[in-house]
């Protein structure tokens, strides 16, 4: 049962370059997003969130992106950093304001190299 | 900044022992969850716990598994009788239930069952 779908397990970008991790779902309830940064020995980190009543958030050097009807996301790194290595998850979440449950995808690993 | 914080780190039980594993949500959430991540695999969920009650679990929580909030502070998992297959990183998470807010996530107890 793959609602959430990452299909790039690894991604090598060269530092000060543009990261592009992707994101595909099946599930048509889902309306809200999240990307979470995941360190060796340590639980995901919440990075950017969307909902699904808007197609772009930016915080600083991260921006997602949503395409509804292509039922596809993105997490933009730019300028990446080597201190950005680290798995990526995709996850998401139908229902707003309740004890919802998150959807995890299988992760992408980013190297940003020197 | 506020944080989850899990309890043991690393817990090796022998099968069919019962095991507790402890987590401190951050103060002002409402919402409690225990995920886990088998080697290798993603992160599913587990159980979501608000207002001293359970609010969903996955068919993975069966009646071996038990939540509980013993007092103001602590949020527990309690494996009855643990199985080889039990082994992973349990990973607790909290958040305040409002809409389009993220759940936050400890750094995670491995559980090794020999």
């Known amino acids: 049962d793959q609602q959430v779908k990452q299909n790039s397990p690894s991604l090598s970008v060269q530092e000060g370059r543009i990261s592009i991790l992707n994101c595909d779902y099946t599930?048509?309830?889902?309306?809200?997003f999240l990307w979470y940064k995941k360190y060796p020995a340590e639980g995901p980190t919440f990075l950017i969130s969307i909902s699904s009543i808007k197609d772009k958030n930016e915080d600083g050097r991260f921006t997602v992106f949503l395409n509804k009807s292509a039922k596809h996301l993105s997490l933009h790194i730019v300028p990446s950093q080597p201190g950005d290595s680290a798995v990526y998850f995709c996850a998401a979440k139908a229902g707003t304001g309740t004890a919802s449950k998150l959807t995890f995808g299988t992760g992408t690993r980013l190297q940003v190299t020197l | 900044e506020p944080e989850v914080t899990q309890t043991p780190s690393h817990q090796v039980t022998q099968m069919g022992q019962e095991v507790i594993l402890r987590c401190v949500p951050i103060s002002n959430h409402l919402y409690f969850y225990w995920y886990r991540q088998i080697l290798g695999q993603k992160v599913e969920f587990l159980v979501s716990f608000y207002n001293n009650e359970i609010s969903e679990k996955s068919e993975i929580f069966d009646d071996q598994f038990s939540v509980e909030r013993p007092d103001g502070s602590n949020f527990t998992l309690k494996i009855r009788s643990t199985k080889l297959e039990d082994s992973a990183m349990y990973f607790c998470?909290?958040?305040?239930?409002?809409?389009?807010?993220?759940?936050?996530f400890g750094d995670g107890t491995r559980l090794s069952i020999l």
């Open positions: 998470a909290s958040s305040t239930g409002v809409s389009y807010q993220p759940q936050h």
């Open positions: 599930n048509s309830m889902f309306d809200y």
